[in-house]
């Protein structure tokens, strides 16, 4: 048996851990490979963090492509082996006439789940404009949507398999930037790298909008490193590079925005 009290101490979502844990002894139990739902970034960053250290398991995560957001994790005991192409992912094509009636992400996520599909099964769906959406599920989803998910908005819409490799991803839009800090407090390295004021950003951090390594930090003098993946509600991703100390002992501080 796992140490299940000692992975969950001090994890903000307990619950998707606690059922990661039971998907981890299943996998020692039974000698196959496990796999649990998608999870979303934060969910991810903790199973991760947690289960790193452990001895009797491995993880694999796959969302489908490299930047997926939501991803699911497959577990196996040490001593097997493990890949990407053991995550079992669908993908399908949502095709329909968007151009008088454009659909959201919000649209396309909205019209799955309101087949009864919970939202645990659906991974990232790549929205394509006005020819529809591409979205990645569960196998067993991909008959169940292929029937039932007949209309998105006032569009009807037609689903069909499609093979992995022709989601058609956008790589992330990224913009590098150096700053000079006096500190590396959260409120200052954000601010430079979001381009706002420091006073704009610290009301974000305080109001539970700002992340840090997916984990929500309401402090504005919380001190970040090289390496920290700063997030802000709706504004995307900040990742801190590398840091040096200039002459007159400031931070000369490399960042990598994407949008």
Not at 71 to 98: H, T, Y
Not at 112 to 122: A, H
Not at 141 to 146: A, D, H, P, R, T
Not at 172 to 187: F, G, H, N, Q
């Amino acid at each position: 048996m796992l140490p299940r009290e000692e992975i969950l101490k001090g994890v903000e979502n307990r619950e998707t851990v606690a059922r990661v844990i039971d998907k981890a002894e299943q996998a020692i139990k039974t000698w196959e490979v496990v796999l649990t739902d998608f999870l979303a970034p934060p969910e991810l960053a903790e199973v991760q963090g947690q289960f790193k250290a452990l001895t009797e398991v491995k993880i694999c995560e796959w969302g489908g492509y490299p930047q997926a957001e939501r991803q699911r994790v497959a577990l196996v005991r040490e001593e097997l082996p493990l890949e990407r192409s053991q995550v079992d992912l669908v993908a399908l094509d949502i095709a329909g006439n968007f151009l008088f009636d454009p659909a959201t992400h919000r649209d396309f996520l909205g019209a799955i789940l309101g087949t009864g599909v919970v939202r645990e099964k659906v991974g990232d769906i790549v929205v394509l404009g006005e020819r529809g959406a591409q979205v990645i599920v569960v196998p067993e989803l991909g008959e169940f949507l292929q029937t039932n998910l007949t209309q998105v908005r006032s569009v009807p819409v037609k689903v069909q398999p499609i093979e992995i490799g022709e989601l058609k991803v956008r790589p992330p839009k990224k913009k590098e930037m150096t700053t000079v800090e006096a500190s590396m407090r959260l409120d200052a390295i954000a601010s430079a790298g979001f381009g706002m004021s420091r006073s704009k950003m610290g009301n974000l951090i305080s109001s539970g909008d700002v992340r840090v390594n997916w984990k929500e930090v309401t402090k504005e003098s919380h001190n970040v490193r090289s390496g920290d993946l700063i997030s802000v509600r709706g504004k995307g991703r900040l990742e801190v590079g590398e840091v040096s100390i200039t002459k007159k002992e400031r931070y000369r501080v490399q960042l990598t925005r994407y949008m």
